[in-house]
């Protein structure tokens, strides 16, 4: 039996792809924008809608079409409403107008005005999450108030620290934001900021850039009070500094060794238990191309089985990390995980760093094919490197 179309109101149709372009931040009118939508939605969501559905929903494509319930539904909670009910009962109401992008900017600038007394208030935790998302995926927005997130003790914290995003590295909007966030002067707090900005070079291959706040962050020392994931990227920075630079490892190889046995009964930290300075330390040294001395961290904490405490997505990027790590042991073994269970971690993992690990493990996964499959996976790459403005995977196709 066919399956019943889900008839729907012209004029609520244009009301969703009115509200759709505003959130794209410009109106659909060409087919191609149809494929970076999509994208897109998939990174503000998590949930896909094909550039196809996309095109036959704007007209593109001419067809008796009437979008799913589904696809109504992910569009809704992409314009932030929980659903599309939501959706029909605010646009139905002659009352409600939508926010303006100043109104929106003066709404996300209160909520960091909350005093947090609690650090176990995962409520806010979430909340935060959601709404460095909704900024993030919105480069007008994140122009906006960069300057304000930058100086606000709360969103110091909540905005750049809990979620740093490492899929907009390339991005001159978010890069200012790092930038402006450097105003924070702890020690900590300079780790990190110019740790991020020079991976953000290392990636684009920018090599005077790289130079330059390499430099910089050598300035700053590291002790033993300082986050382990601070601590990792620092030493990180200077593994993917010494790489660049083909020089000798040794040295630096045993200051790891020996953060590492520092750390390694130090897993709680604040509301977490996690192995935080393993997890960035091995992927600093995957990306570096370090895949032995990777899995040797890796394997420091894997000698039994153990629970994290942890959020959502952490875990499965752990395990991407393991599996790129010791995939020299065995490419059956790597080819099996990649083909059978890879995309079950990254449906998982946060949108604020996938496309930065699905890159790492492609350029594994494309080292051990020949023929028309390593081709099909090099498109995948560039499609990827396009995306995000990391150029330093295309080495990995020469």
Same mark, same amino acid.
């Given at each position: ?15 969703l792809?009115?509200? !759709? ?11 191609f924008?149809?494929?970076?939508? #999509? ?5 503000? +969501? ?19 079409f009437?979008?799913?319930v589904? !696809?109504?539904?992910?569009? &809704?909670?992409? =314009? ?7 959706? /029909? ?10 926010? +303006? ?34 900024? $993030?995926? =919105? ?9 304000s ?7 110091? /914290?909540?905005?750049?620290e809990?979620f740093?995003? !490492?899929?907009?590295?390339? #991005? ?13 002067? +702890? ?6 900021g ?11 291959n920018?090599?005077?850039?790289m ?13 033993e ?27 630096? $190889? ?33 990306? &570096? ?5 990777s ?20 875990k ?23 083909t ?41 790459i ?5 995306? !995000? ?10």
């Amino acid at each position: 039996m066919p399956k019943k179309k889900n008839y729907l109101k012209k004029q609520l149709l244009e009301e969703l792809k009115n509200f !759709t372009n505003n959130t794209f931040t410009e109106p659909v009118k060409h087919s191609f924008q149809c494929e970076e939508l #999509s994208k897109h939605i998939k990174k503000v +969501t998590g949930s896909y809608i094909s550039a196809q559905t996309l095109r036959r929903l704007y007209g593109f494509i001419k067809s008796d079409f009437y979008p799913s319930v589904k !696809t109504i539904n992910i569009l &809704a909670v992409y =314009n932030g409403f929980p659903n599309w009910h939501s959706f /029909i009962e605010q646009i139905t109401n002659k009352n409600f107008q939508p926010l +303006t992008l100043d109104q929106e900017a003066s709404l996300y600038l209160s909520f960091y005005e909350i005093d947090i007394k609690e650090e176990r208030d995962m409520n806010y935790h979430n909340a935060s999450k959601n709404i460095a998302l909704r900024i $993030l995926s =919105n480069p007008q927005l994140l122009s906006k108030l960069s300057s304000s997130l930058a100086s606000n003790p709360v969103s110091q /914290i909540y905005f750049f620290e809990r979620f740093p995003y !490492t899929d907009g590295l390339a #991005s001159p909007v978010y890069k200012r934001a790092i930038q402006l966030y450097l105003q924070k002067k +702890t020690n900590e707090a300079q780790i990190f900021g110019y740790s991020m900005l020079f991976l953000s070079a290392f990636l684009s291959n920018n090599e005077r850039e790289m130079d330059s706040i390499y430099k910089k962050l050598m300035e700053f020392k590291l002790n033993e009070n300082i986050h382990p994931f601070a601590v990792a990227r620092y030493l990180g920075s200077n593994v993917l500094y010494n790489h660049r630079k083909n020089k000798s490892m040794a040295e630096l $190889l045993e200051q790891i060794n020996h953060w590492n046995q520092f750390f390694l009964p130090k897993e709680k930290v604040a509301i977490w238990q996690y192995p935080y300075f393993q997890h960035l330390m091995a992927c600093y040294l995957n990306v &570096a191309g370090l895949f032995d001395e990777s899995y040797k961290i890796i394997r420091s904490i894997r000698m039994e089985d153990k629970e994290y405490e942890i959020e959502s997505g952490y875990k499965e990027i752990l395990q991407v990390i393991t599996s790129i790590a010791r995939h020299s042991l065995t490419s059956f073994d790597y080819k099996n995980w990649f083909t059978n269970e890879s995309e079950k971690y990254f449906e998982t993992i946060s949108p604020l760093f996938k496309n930065f690990y699905q890159l790492q493990a492609l350029c594994v996964y494309r080292s051990l094919l020949e023929g028309k499959k390593r081709e099909k996976v090099n498109e995948k790459i560039k499609r990827l490197v396009n995306q !995000t403005g990391f150029v330093y995977f295309i080495n990995f196709l020469q």
